[in-house]
């Protein structure tokens, strides 16, 4: 049905002298609205990135290496501090934008935390269960938010992806050529 410009009266078939109505048109007006509506709300949700959320570790020429679905907003890497040869682990926050943060390091050995990272902060004793003998907060002056991180997977850095619900993924060893670098994001599951 259309309605002639400033008159106000309905015009085309069936309106003109008829009494009937078409419901069905109707009915499938409001079915195009309804379907419109879900699908520019679907649009909206996406663009904000409300969605589920996987850690992906690719290579620098986009081949996946690991994908681990997020059941919540925490993973972490570890690593053979080079420097120390004791594991560390840092650990990250999902952001609602995608982005990531530092939130919590983690070693084996104290000097790591108070002399490699040297951050302002007292390491204390890791709760009991935790995979690190000590704990400590990143630097409040610097946060450290990424969108996405190069790491190198090298045997002797032997980086590792937490996710929790998933076991344990050594990077290191699924990377092969010469380049061990890999880039660490936060994607939205298809």
Known sequence: MSLLP???????????????????????????????????????????????????????????????????DRFAVSYRNSVYTTLAEERYRVLPDGRFQLVEIAADQ???????????????????????????DPDPARPAVFENLNIAATDLGERTLWVPGHPPVPVWQRVDGDDPTVLLDIEETP
Do not use: I, M, W
């Open 6 to 72: 400033g008159a106000g009266v309905p015009s085309g078939p069936g309106s003109a002298g008829s009494t009937r109505r078409r419901p069905h048109r109707l009915g499938r007006l409001v079915a195009l609205v309804v379907a419109g509506a879900a699908v520019a709300t679907t649009s909206a949700v996406a663009a904000r990135g409300d969605g589920e959320h996987a850690v992906t570790v690719r290579t620098p020429d986009d081949d996946l290496v690991a994908r681990l679905p997020l059941a919540g």
């Open 110 to 136: 104290l000097a790591v935390l108070e002399e490699y990272y040297a951050v302002p902060g007292a390491p204390r004793p890791a709760p009991p269960g935790d995979r690190r003998a000590y704990v400590v």
